[in-house]
């Protein structure tokens, strides 16, 4: 039967073989190609399409850090309860590369599937699997697509082949393929044309083994799928950023090269004038110098970096802390120390930049978990700098900044942009000048005028060197002491205003876990399966701000033990929680860790947390 006879007639679940029970809803798929091979593609409209279906997914790409030529393996995913997180298991392979493919099916559990290229003669390496062979090349040929064009459209045929073995809707497909190529018609008819090549291939050839398949459900509705990135940038667009000091760097450089492109669509006026600036520097350090020259003249500003890039931050990051001037950095992280491994991802730059710089520093961090947070943090950062007079760091990661994931519509900002204290000419008249560095107001943070207030005592001087209340040069003890002491009660202030932990639970269990970011994802799944195997009870907060507000310090009051779980090896946010937290709390701290650069997993999650439990019986 054809495509085109089963989306008249309605199309059918394909029959299986034996006593197998179907596995709907509840499975991954790896995608096994080469990196540069234009798999990216067709990987999106297979997420895509299962995802139009109202069935939620996820998407992770695992890509090495060259050009192109080496393995790439792509998982989907599928869970009819909504887990996102990383699954460790795969269910499904498509091997398309000859490279990895022995080592990708003998990585598979027994009962898995596997599409392949029939030329890499996979089925002779188990008899515990389903393999399906298909002729690649040879389809390829027949969709029309011209020799150069044939390997990238040999992928979208792979999604055809996977649309019939797992009943996906050809009418998704063929949805997502057009919105895909929206701009490209031919390339959309071209592609679609590959993918029905591959449908009827399997449809006409392949009997189905396997019992893993896609029903529809209703799960989906209203949700979009969007990357960490993209949101962060859609953020800092809504918060009215003006200036952009940058310098390329994985993973963060789609943050900014999507504000590029949301700047030029929504903030160039109709004579052609471009109300922002954009500047790619010639590295790390002279970005955050732009940032901050940029804040302290009286624009909102960021960079986006990672690692590296920001160890060379560290110097004005102190500047800008001590100097007090606004500034947000988007720290995508990814693993180290050094170059370390550029496409893993991480959680390993906390006390980093909990004091970056030398001397007594102290820096805000918001840790978003969702690509909403990204949105939200990357408005609401841009009014903390301002705000706090300080440098933010927003610390995102690999997984979140370039992964795809599900989410709930980002809300158009209602509330007003919030600059702070700053001093116009009219209360510069009525106060009859100012101290720049004064606690006025016992909050520890001063008032500030911007450059080009008209007014006689507008003028101030801005020094990283020792500075007593107006802006003076000093080198008296006091005055250095009482400037570090303010700046003290200034952090004390950012706790009232930066995000609060998330709390999941009643709080009346004795065992209590800690996550922040990404783990956030493994966490949820695992007190889950705690719960289900084990008998194992939680209470679960979700840490989204340094410094670290009093909800964090009752949470650990309340609880007989708590497991903190994080993505680096030095257990990194517990750490920063001793130092806050009352001694007689600290010992009910452990640590449950990930490190490898792979996104952490929900099952490693509860065996740690399960086995320390077990223990203790």
């Given at each position: 039967?054809?495509?085109?006879?089963?989306?008249?007639?309605?199309?059918?679940?394909?029959?299986?073989?034996?006593?197998?029970?179907?596995?709907?809803?509840?499975?991954?798929?790896?995608?096994?190609?080469?990196?540069?091979?234009?798999?990216?593609?067709?990987?999106?409209?297979?997420?895509?399409?299962?995802?139009?279906?109202?069935?939620?997914?996820?998407?992770?790409?695992?890509?090495?850090?060259?050009?192109?030529?080496?393995?790439?393996?792509?998982?989907?995913?599928?869970?009819?309860?909504?887990?996102?997180?990383?699954?460790?298991?795969?269910?499904?392979?498509?091997?398309?590369?000859?490279?990895?493919?022995?080592?990708?099916?003998?990585?598979?559990?027994?009962?898995?599937?596997?599409?392949?290229?029939e030329s890499?003669?996979?089925?002779?390496?188990?008899?515990?699997?389903?393999?399906?062979?298909?002729?690649?090349?040879?389809?390829?040929?027949?969709?029309?697509?011209?020799?150069?064009?044939?390997?990238?459209?040999?992928?979208?045929?792979?999604?055809?082949?996977?649309?019939?073995?797992?009943?996906?809707?050809?009418?998704?497909?063929?949805?997502?393929?057009?919105?895909?190529?929206?701009?490209?018609?031919?390339?959309?008819?071209?592609?679609?044309?590959?993918?029905?090549?591959?449908?009827?291939?399997?449809?006409?050839?392949?009997?189905?083994?396997?019992?893993?398949?896609?029903?529809?459900?209703?799960?989906?509705?209203?949700?979009?799928?969007?990357?960490?990135?993209?949101?962060?940038?859609?953020?800092?667009?809504?918060?009215?950023?003006?200036?952009?000091?940058?310098?390329?760097?994985?993973?963060?450089?789609?943050?900014?090269?999507?504000?590029?492109?949301?700047?030029?669509?929504?903030?160039?006026?109709?004579?052609?004038?471009?109300?922002?600036?954009?500047?790619?520097?010639?590295?790390?350090?002279?970005?955050?110098g732009m940032v901050l020259g940029a804040g302290w003249a009286g624009a909102r500003s960021m960079t986006a970096s990672s690692g590296p890039g920001i160890s060379l931050m560290a110097e004005f990051a102190g500047l800008g802390y001590y100097a007090e001037i606004p500034g947000v950095i988007f720290d995508i992280q990814r693993t180290g120390p050094s170059t370390g491994m550029p496409t893993r991802t991480s959680q390993a730059d906390l006390t980093f930049i909990a004091g970056l710089s030398h001397g007594d520093t102290k820096h805000v961090m918001l840790f978003p978990g969702t690509v909403k947070e990204c949105y939200d943090f990357g408005m609401q950062a841009f009014d903390l700098a301002e705000h706090l007079q300080t440098p933010i760091f927003v610390l995102s990661d690999l997984d979140l900044g370039m992964n795809n994931w599900m989410s709930e519509p980002f809300e158009y900002p209602?509330?007003?942009?919030?600059?702070?204290?700053?001093?116009?000419?009219?209360?510069?008249?009525?106060?009859?000048?100012?101290?720049?560095?004064?606690?006025?107001?016992?909050?520890?943070?001063?008032?500030?005028?911007?450059?080009?207030?008209?007014?006689?005592?507008?003028?101030?001087?801005?020094?990283?060197?020792?500075?007593?209340?107006?802006?003076?040069?000093?080198?008296?003890?006091?005055?250095?002491?009482?400037?570090?002491?303010?700046?003290?009660?200034?952090?004390?202030t950012a706790k009232t205003l930066v995000p609060k932990p998330v709390l999941q639970g009643d709080g009346k269990e004795k065992i209590g876990i800690i996550a922040y970011g990404t783990s956030h994802w493994a966490v949820i799944e695992s007190r889950d399966q705690l719960q289900r195997e084990s008998e194992i009870s939680t209470d679960y907060l979700r840490v989204r701000a340094f410094p670290f507000t009093q909800e964090i310090h009752d949470f650990v009051a309340k609880h007989d033990r708590i497991y903190v779980v994080e993505q680096n090896r030095d257990a990194q946010l517990l750490n920063l929680l001793k130092i806050d937290l009352d001694p007689v709390d600290v010992v009910k701290l452990h640590s449950v860790l990930h490190f490898n650069g792979l996104p952490i997993d929900a099952r490693s999650v509860t065996s740690a947390i399960a086995s320390q439990e077990g223990a203790r019986k």
């Open positions: 039967m054809t495509t085109s006879q089963l989306l008249a007639q309605g199309q059918t679940t394909p029959g299986l073989v034996g006593n197998a029970k179907q596995i709907v809803n509840d499975f991954s798929i790896q995608i096994a190609t080469v990196n540069g091979s234009g798999s990216q593609s067709a990987n999106s409209v297979l997420l895509r399409s299962i995802f139009r279906m109202g069935v939620p997914v996820s998407g992770k790409n695992l890509f090495p850090s060259n050009i192109a030529g080496l393995p790439t393996w792509y998982t989907i995913r599928v869970s009819k309860f909504g887990w996102v997180a990383r699954k460790t298991d795969i269910d499904i392979l498509i091997a398309m590369n000859a490279e990895s493919a022995r080592e990708d099916v003998l990585s598979l559990g027994a009962g898995g599937a596997v599409i392949y290229d890499l003669k996979l089925n002779e390496l188990r008899s515990d699997l389903t393999f399906y062979a298909v002729p690649f090349d040879q389809l390829a040929a027949t969709t029309g697509a011209d020799a150069k064009l044939r390997k990238l459209v040999k992928n979208m045929v792979y999604v055809g082949v996977a649309a019939y073995l797992l009943s996906i809707d050809m009418k998704s497909v063929e949805q997502t393929v057009r919105k895909q190529f929206a701009k490209k018609v031919k390339a959309a008819e071209l592609n679609l044309n590959a993918v029905r090549v591959g449908f009827d291939y399997a449809a006409s050839t392949l009997t189905k083994q396997d019992p893993y398949v896609v029903e529809r459900m209703n799960a989906t509705e209203g949700k979009i799928i969007i990357d960490g990135n993209a949101a962060a940038a859609m953020g800092a667009m809504f918060a009215g950023v003006t200036v952009v000091g940058w310098y390329p760097i994985t993973p963060s450089s789609s943050v900014v090269e999507n504000l590029i492109d949301y700047l030029k669509k929504y903030r160039v006026e109709q004579d052609g004038k471009a109300s922002f600036a954009i500047v790619q520097a010639e590295d790390e350090l002279a970005a955050i209602e509330k007003p942009i919030n600059r702070g204290k700053v001093l116009d000419a009219k209360q510069l008249e009525e106060l009859g000048g100012f101290a720049r560095y004064k606690d006025v107001d016992g909050d520890g943070i001063p008032y500030r005028t911007l450059p080009g207030t008209d007014h006689p005592a507008a003028a101030y001087f801005t020094r990283g060197s020792g500075h007593n209340e107006k802006a003076l040069y000093t080198e008296r003890p006091e005055d250095y002491e009482n400037n570090m002491l303010r700046l003290a009660r200034k952090f004390d």
